[in-house]
Nanobody, 126 residues
Framework: QVRLVESGGGSVQAGGSLRLSCAAS????????VGWFRQASGKEREEVVT???????NYAHSVKGRFTMSTDDAKNTLYLQMDNLKPEDTAMYYC????????????????????WGQGTQVTVSS
């Protein structure tokens, strides 16, 4: 059974940094569909960063230049480095993953992704 476990959340002041980790069991992040999502209280879940069908990394406009997603294949861990945090970044953060699927137009990442972690809370104070 695939399991994703996030860690690294916490409370920071605006301008601070956090690095979230997502450790996977029974799943390899290499060449797969991965992403980070967040959901603030009372709001819908939104994409923070995802890998698209072409294998390119797409960041939400609100985090571009401040957040960086990376993987450590040896540790089978996905990371989200978050710098220059703002109060509006406050949310529960989730990692998600899935395998690529082969469709009539080629390989694609399904939506929604199949595997999700339990989330880690990030709180940014002003």
């Amino acid at each position: 059974q695939v399991r994703l476990v996030e860690s690294g959340g916490g409370s920071v002041q605006a301008g601070g940094s956090l690095r979230l980790s997502c450790a996977a069991s029974r799943f390899s992040f290499g060449s797969t569909c991965v992403g980070w999502f967040r959901q603030a209280s009372g709001k819908e879940r939104e994409e923070v960063v995802t890998i698209d069908n072409n294998g390119l990394t797409n960041y939400a406009h609100s985090v571009k230049g401040r957040f960086t997603m990376s993987t450590d294949d040896a540790k089978n861990t996905l990371y989200l480095q978050m710098d220059n945090l703002k109060p509006e970044d406050t949310a529960m953060y989730y990692c998600a993953a899935d395998v690529r699927r082969l469709g009539s137009d080629g390989w694609f990442c399904p939506r929604p992704l199949q595997y999700w972690g339990q989330g880690t809370q990030v709180t940014v104070s002003s």
